[in-house]
């Protein structure tokens, strides 16, 4: 499968694995930014970032950073090509 091909599989396709790492990496950068933030202000903008996207991702089924982990062959199934 070609990486093009597997960034528009949606995320209900991947499998848990792939949506529990999702849900990882989004509560480690709202966590860090949510630190850094003590020490500028504008990091809120990316846990607002995060949510945004989340929010996104729950209305719409389609995920970037699950397509990205799936691409680099972190999840489940995948749509062959």
Known sequence: MRFTDSLMCPARERGWKVEAAVRGIAGTFVLASLAL?????RWLWLTA???ANLLQSSLT???MM?????AIGIGGKTREA
Request: charged content about 10%; hydrophobic content about 45%; overall charge neutral.
């Open 37 to 41: 933030s003590l020490l500028d202000r």
């Open 66 to 70: 699950s397509n990205i982990l799936g």
């Open 49 to 51: 970032f995060v949510g």
């Open 61 to 63: 089924g389609w995920c």
